[in-house]
């Protein structure tokens, strides 16, 4: 969904025999956190998080995995704060669930502190980041503005066009969008699959002064995660499968095909890495010393 189709899908947004003008509600503890979740279960089209801090809670993940294969459902997910440690407002491992759904946009405000949450039926302005402990701890409020056809000047107007500006000057880092093929003779449109279309997380990351700590990291907390050689996404270490489902749907079945990363530490290989070499030489001795891998 284009930045200029985001005020688009609110067009449509109050029609339906049921439409009426509704109060804004002021929420606080339960209520606030059951209608976030209502938010994101009830989108059908579109998705809007927008939370400086994000470390999701199992029930707001599971609110979202109702979408997960909902090629129709538009979601942009925008971050911000801590420039020179982005992994304490999104960690990879957040950034890597959001990255499973078929039509979504990851985007970074580095002045951003508003939180927003929207779908096409209502949304809610909140002092509440997307964090488990916030949900869990905080003394937090709400405002849930719910839609309707009813004037230009309402909190819910104002809103759209205040966060829509913030979209649109937000850096964009990852974009995954839903591929199409026709069927009966072109009169009907099937999904197929996604497509990556913007994939700058591993250079947005590492070009941060922390880098993550990759490779530290690997050998501190003995993980047994890995690094996908095409997109750094992270999946599990296996140097006979150093590729993710998607990019193993797009690789040639070359396996000296150059590829762009390091599958133990996911830094850049600039094209040292291939299926048959997933691991930089450098990093194959501590490879083999946390992971036990045989030459």
């Known amino acids: 969904?284009?930045?200029?189709?985001?005020?688009?899908?609110f067009a449509f947004r109050g029609i339906g025999e049921n439409?009426?003008?509704?109060?804004?509600?002021?929420?606080?503890?339960?209520?606030?956190n059951a209608e976030i979740e209502n938010i994101f279960r009830d989108a059908a089209s579109m998705l809007i998080l927008i939370s400086p801090f994000i470390k999701l809670h199992d029930r707001y993940k599971a609110s979202l995995l109702s979408h997960k294969e909902n090629d129709k459902l538009a979601m942009i997910v925008i971050f911000g704060k801590n420039e020179e440690n982005l992994s304490r407002s999104m960690s990879l491992d957040d950034l890597n669930?959001?990255?499973?759904?078929?039509?979504?946009?990851?985007?970074?405000?580095?002045?951003?502190?508003?939180?927003?949450?929207?779908?096409?039926?209502?949304?809610?302005?909140?002092?509440?980041n997307l964090y488990s402990f916030s949900q869990d701890n905080n003394i937090e409020v709400g405002v849930l503005a719910e839609y309707s056809l009813f004037g230009n000047n309402s909190l819910d107007a104002d809103a759209e066009k205040y966060f829509s500006e913030v979209i649109n000057l937000s850096e964009p880092i990852f974009k995954k969008s839903p591929q199409y093929e026709n069927?009966?003779?072109?009169?009907?449109?099937?999904?197929?699959?996604?497509?990556?279309?913007?994939?700058?997380?591993?250079?947005?990351?590492?070009?941060?002064?922390?880098?993550?700590?990759?490779?530290?990291?690997?050998?501190?907390?003995?993980?047994?995660?890995?690094?996908?050689?095409?997109?750094?996404?992270?999946?599990?270490?296996?140097?006979?499968?150093?590729l993710s489902p998607d990019a193993y749907k797009q690789w040639n079945k070359n396996p000296n095909n150059p590829e762009n990363f390091c599958h133990f530490s996911g830094e850049?290989?600039?094209g040292e890495t291939s299926v048959a070499k997933p691991i930089l030489y450098k990093n194959w001795k501590k490879a083999s010393e946390i992971f036990g891998l045989k030459s």
């Open 1 to 9: 969904m284009s930045h200029a189709g985001y005020l688009d899908t």
């Open 19 to 32: 439409n009426t003008k509704k109060m804004a509600r002021f929420l606080t503890g339960n209520n606030l």
């Open 97 to 128: 669930f959001f990255k499973q759904f078929p039509n979504i946009e990851i985007k970074y405000e580095k002045r951003l502190h508003a939180k927003y949450y929207a779908n096409e039926f209502a949304a809610i302005i909140t002092s509440m």
């Open 183 to 242: 069927t009966l003779l072109g009169l009907k449109k099937k999904y197929s699959q996604s497509k990556i279309e913007i994939d700058k997380i591993a250079d947005f990351f590492s070009d941060r002064p922390d880098k993550n700590n990759v490779v530290k990291n690997n050998v501190q907390n003995q993980k047994q995660t890995g690094f996908c050689i095409r997109t750094a996404a992270s999946i599990p270490f296996n140097k006979d499968k150093p």
């Open 268 to 270: 850049r290989s600039n």
